[in-house]
């Protein structure tokens, strides 16, 4: 038996033609059906006579004279070395239409919080990084992946996490996971269902943690941060934003880092230090990380999904000693990994230190971005106050009570993408709701931000 010649291209087809009968016109009208149908889309190339008839059990000559039946009505094209193909333009009447029923409402400015500007990522670079660690990687990179994540990403995130953020800790601390919502998961897999959360979070993370059946206490937030003397005795474990407080963008003062390490200390707590976006600081000294005041009672997570893009799902874990293997027997030994070749390119880009020059470029591009936002708001809408803005891609425009909902109202009206920031409270916070908007400064392009922040200003200058 031998294996038929697929020849060097063409689409794959699934046709069903009757056991019987005039198959050479039942494979045209099989074949004018996917067109009809949008399956066929204009411009595909169609598998060769020989590569078809094989499939179908067909003589050769029945799917040529099929093919040249269906060039001469129109529905293929053929020309000499380029093969048939499907006609475009071909009507599809029997498909559904692209534009039927109403098109949704699009806005033109994304000032959507949490994302970074998707068009200075440094392509050139990355690939560059990309290209040594595939070139150098070692065979047994290639195999079943370590749940632990690959030891030279490991030993480079200790090195620039120890001297970039003040963390505490060696490659063998750290677990590789996608994404800080996967490492989130896992350490509520592996913590007690007691949790305490700041009033003030993400709902997409205080979704993940009530999907694991954890019971959120709602830490009080105020201008500068959680307010960690009032964190209850009884709960083993706190997720907190010190660097910048998410969303309303405090710095978790001195005082209550250590009031918060205190309680960890006393009660035998552990703290989670999301350190979203901690890269980026512009008014103030950087603030350290709180795990180096407090290794053993400190979880600090970190990802790529700020300080570069989200569509690289990478994260880590750095654990104290105690919780590193409750936390590799949570994610087990096959499913749950980040790319191995991802992470062996993050560890060069990391050791030719092209992630310290993207960062501190990026530092300098925001904090620009920053202040045009501030400028125009100070000379359009002087009466609002922006917060939030020495650190991070985010600031918050505070707003009087009630003003929240007419706000969004007016920015949907003007064609902007925004949150409010009663959208992030926790629902079980006992203390009197903010209002606010939560405006994203990193992400549109350079050509429509200005435009961008003036209908921004028009909206709550009203």
Same mark, same amino acid.
């Given at each position: ?5 697929l ?7 699934h046709?069903?033609?009757?056991a ?5 016109? /039942? %494979?045209a009208? !099989?074949?004018?059906? #996917?067109?009809?149908? *949008?399956?066929?889309a $204009?411009?595909?190339? @169609?598998p ?5 008839a094989?499939?179908?059990g ?16 129109g529905?293929f ?22 534009t ?8 033109r ?7 970074p ?11 560059a990084s990309?290209r040594? /660690? %595939?070139?150098? !990687?070692?065979?047994? #990179?290639?195999g079943? *992946?370590?749940?632990? $994540?690959?030891?030279? @990403? ?15 800790c060696g ?42 059946g954890?019971?959120p ?8 941060g959680?307010?960690t003397?009032?964190?209850?005795a009884?709960?083993p ?14 710095r ?14 006393g ?12 890269e ?21 997570a ?18 104290p ?12 030994l ?20 092209a ?14 971005r920053?202040?045009?936002l ?15 803005i ?13 003003r ?41 392009p350079d ?16």
């Open positions: 038996m031998t294996t038929p010649d020849g060097p291209g063409g689409a794959d087809l046709l069903e033609l009757p019987e009968g005039a198959r050479r016109t /039942a %494979l009208q !099989a074949l004018r059906s #996917a067109v009809r149908s *949008g399956r066929l $204009g411009g595909t190339l @169609l060769p006579y020989r590569t078809l094989a499939d179908l067909l003589a050769r000559n029945a799917v040529a004279d099929a093919y040249a039946e269906l060039v001469a009505e529905w094209t053929a020309r000499q070395g380029s093969g048939t193909r499907v006609a475009e333009g071909v009507a599809t009447t029997d498909a559904p239409s692209a039927a029923g109403p098109v949704p409402d699009r806005p400015h994304d000032l959507l919080q949490g994302k500007d998707p068009a200075s990522f440094p392509r050139d670079a990355w690939a990309a040594r /660690a %595939l070139s150098e !990687a070692p065979t047994e #990179a290639f079943p *992946g370590d749940p632990q $994540g690959r030891p030279e @990403l490991r030993r480079a995130l200790a090195g620039y996490l120890s001297r970039a953020r003040g963390v505490r490659p063998e601390n750290i677990v590789i996971c996608s994404g800080f919502a996967n490492g989130l998961r896992l350490l509520a897999s592996v913590r007690p269902p007691d949790w305490a959360v700041e009033a003030y979070g993400l709902p997409f993370h205080h979704g993940i943690l009530e999907t694991a954890v019971h206490y709602p830490v009080p937030v105020d201008e500068d959680a307010r003397k009032e964190l209850p009884r709960v474990t706190l997720l907190l934003t010190p660097a910048h407080q998410f969303p309303t963008g405090g978790l003062l001195p005082a209550r880092r250590a009031a918060a390490v205190e309680w960890a200390r009660t035998g707590a552990v703290i989670v230090e999301d350190d979203y976006d901690g980026f600081r512009y008014d103030r000294k950087p603030v350290g990380a709180l795990q180096g005041l407090a290794p053993e009672h400190v979880v600090y970190g990802s790529l999904s700020k300080s570069l893009s989200p569509a690289l799902r990478l994260g880590w874990l750095v654990l000693d105690r919780l590193r293997d409750q936390v590799l027997a949570a994610k087990g096959r499913e749950s990994w980040a790319s191995t070749l991802d992470q062996l390119a993050l560890a060069d880009f990391i050791d030719c230190g992630y310290d020059r993207h960062v501190r470029r990026m530092r300098l591009r925001y904090r620009n920053r202040d045009q501030v400028s125009v708001l100070a000379a359009h809408a002087p009466e609002v106050r922006v917060t939030g020495s650190a991070g891609l985010h600031a918050v425009l505070a707003l009087a009570p009630g929240e909902s007419p706000a969004l109202a007016a920015a949907h009206a003007a064609g902007l993408a925004l949150d409010g920031l009663s959208t992030y409270r926790h629902p079980a916070d006992p203390t009197p709701p903010r209002e606010g908007l939560v405006v994203g400064y990193a992400a549109p050509s429509a931000f200005t435009r961008a922040l003036e209908a921004l200003a028009g909206v709550v200058g009203r």
